[in-house]
T-cell receptor
């Protein structure tokens, strides 16, 4: 069964510092990979996704993520965080089974705090 | 376009009471979903509907029922609420393994 691990429950970074949020997955074939952001009191919004092709994908709000098959990882990065980036971030993995069934699995989330 | 709307935004129930969470989307997607979000658990799928007239169980369907009223509306019903159903409930629409669009959530407390 597929699974998604976000090893960091909570990360604190200073405004202007770089950010990397980790995501590891277990799945036999090439998965569909997503990063969502949830601002306080809001629903989830897609930041970026990877289906195939270039392993470095760009998203909204200056975020990027890199798919590394050898490490089963899809880490989210941002070179310089802003106070408005404080939120919870979810990695998700989608897969399509042989008979067409699909499944999307979310990680447990990483809460990002920004300090001035 | 409103996207995905949910009502109510907040609800407090007593154990054993029933209620229905409403969801509507104007994005013309076939699929709709109900998730619950609990601390440290991420989002877990309760039920989904691949198209009007069809519904299927997700990971945690016990204690819930759903109705896909038409293409736009997908409701979630708690027949006899339990404290374990205290959670934040999100409705979403979009393809199962592509971008999903989420509503703002319903915060439910069962006393």
């Amino acid at each position: 069964a597929q699974s998604v691990t976000q090893p960091d429950i909570h990360i604190t970074v200073s405004e202007g510092a770089s950010l990397e949020l980790r995501c590891n997955y277990s799945y036999g074939a090439t998965p569909y990979l997503f990063w969502y952001v949830q601002s306080p009191g809001q629903g989830l919004q897609l930041l970026l996704k990877y289906f195939s092709g270039d392993t470095l994908v760009q998203g909204i709000k200056g975020f990027e993520a890199e798919f590394k098959r050898s490490q089963s990882s899809f880490n989210l990065r941002k070179p310089s965080v802003h106070w408005s980036d404080a939120a919870e971030y979810f990695c998700a993995v989608g897969q399509v089974y042989i008979f067409g069934n699909e499944k999307l699995t979310f990680g447990t989330g990483t809460r990002l705090t920004i300090i001035p | 376009n409103a996207g995905v709307t949910q009502t109510p935004k907040f609800q407090v129930l007593k154990t054993g009471q029933s209620m229905t969470l409403q969801c509507a989307q104007d994005m013309n997607h076939n699929s709709m979903y109900w998730y619950r979000q609990d601390p440290g658990m991420g989002l877990r799928l309760i039920y989904y509907s691949a198209s009007e007239g069809t519904t299927d169980k997700g990971e945690v369907p016990n204690g819930y029922n759903v109705s896909r009223l038409n293409k736009r509306e997908f409701s979630l019903r708690l027949e006899s609420a339990a404290p374990s159903q205290t959670s934040v409930y999100f409705c979403a629409t979009g393809p199962r393994t592509d971008t999903q669009y989420f509503g703002p959530g319903t915060r439910l407390t069962v006393l």
